[in-house]
């Protein structure tokens, strides 16, 4: 679906200002993910710092686009496809706010584990898992930008992937820790971060589900594909 023109001009510069600021929230929230995947192997404390301190970035741009949005809807009035660009920039820009946020916690507990200093818990499962994610994430924003719903419904597709790494991992993690009660530690932060990287698998799926609505106005019909568990178990 393209976005309609409208005779008043000020009305597209307000729309194209508003896909603007969605767009850099995008790449912020990439980075941001992308820097915690690269820590949680490196364990670099400057890369940690970065992260940490860039947060409030995506908290202050998300505001002004809810700002922006309430500014359209209140002078604009927008009708059908219009409102319906609008409202999905806001969902977005939430979802992209709180993908920082999970890349914040990855940095923090990141930051514990390099301080406890075990380093016989497995991480390729974790590594695989994040990189996975982290392609998820930034294919379903290129689908955003460009409104291709079958590119957003791929990677809609995938979260299941994520969802059976991240039950082989939590069930990896539980039988290190079983071995070795002094893994207990480093593993309870592992699986919260393996946790942090499974929900922002499924925020990719949900901003999918956004650029479907974009461009059908509708969400896709068949039930969005889940295979892990372990947050029933675990209570994280």
């Known amino acids: 679906m393209q976005k309609p023109t409208h005779i008043i001009t000020a009305f597209d510069e307000d729309l194209n200002e508003l896909n603007n600021q969605v767009q850099k929230l995008g790449r912020l929230a ?11 192997a490196t364990q670099h404390e400057q890369t940690l710092s970065k992260i940490l301190a860039d947060d409030v970035k995506l908290d ?16 604009r009035s927008p009708h059908a496809g219009d409102l319906r660009y609008v409202l999905v920039a806001l969902k977005i820009a939430t979802i992209l706010e709180r993908t920082g946020d999970y890349a914040r916690n990855i940095a923090n ?3 514990v584990i390099a301080e406890i200093g075990n380093e016989n818990i497995p991480g390729v499962n974790i590594g695989r898992m994040g990189q996975v994610t982290q392609e998820m994430l930034s294919d379903v924003l290129r689908a955003y930008k460009k409104q291709d719903s079958d590119a957003a ?3 809609w597709r995938r979260d299941i992937e994520v969802d059976h790494m991240h039950t082989a991992f939590y069930k990896e ?7 070795d009660p002094n893994l207990v530690a480093t593993g309870a932060h592992l699986l919260f971060i393996a946790k942090n990287i499974e929900r922002i698998g499924d925020y990719a799926t949900g901003i999918a589900e956004q650029v479907h609505f974009l461009v059908h106005g509708t969400v896709p019909e068949d039930s969005r594909p889940k295979a892990d568990r372990t947050s029933k178990v675990a209570g994280i």
Do not use: G, Y
């Not at 202050?60 to 002078?75: D, N, P, R, V, W």
């Not at 993690?173 to 071995?179: D, E, G, K, T, W």
């Open 60 to 75: 202050t741009l998300e505001a002004e686009i809810h700002e922006k949005a309430l500014e359209i809807i209140a002078l």
């Open 173 to 179: 993690v539980l039988a290190s820790m079983a071995r």
């Open 30 to 40: 990439v980075k941001q993910f992308d820097l915690s995947i690269d820590a949680l």
């Open 109 to 111: 507990r990141t930051r």
């Open 153 to 155: 419904l791929e990677v």
